[in-house]
């Protein structure tokens, strides 16, 4: 780690980026379907702010959407 960052000019940094994502039920109209949103942030954030709500360090980069397969093993076989 040490000698990767003495070859970056002097003044630079590394800036390590952190995903995250976790199960959002959509309403109960729509028939238990569920997406993942994915979110993005930086570590050289402190964790103390990164998980304060209202800092606003992580944003939204996408949505992963899930579907349920019925009978997946029986159509395989």
Not at 9 to 22: E, G, Q
Not at 66 to 77: G, L
Request: aromatic share 10%; hydrophobic share 40%; glycine share 4%.
């Amino acid at each position: 780690w040490w000698k990767i960052q003495d070859e970056y000019p002097k003044h630079s940094t590394i800036v390590p980026i952190i995903y995250a994502s976790d199960e959002a039920h959509l309403t109960n109209f729509s028939g238990d379907k569920s997406i993942w949103p994915l979110y993005m942030t930086i570590g050289n954030i402190l964790k103390d702010i990164r998980r304060e709500r209202s800092t606003r360090a992580w944003i939204c980069i996408g949505l992963l959407l899930t579907i349920k397969i019925d009978n997946v093993e029986s159509r395989i076989q």
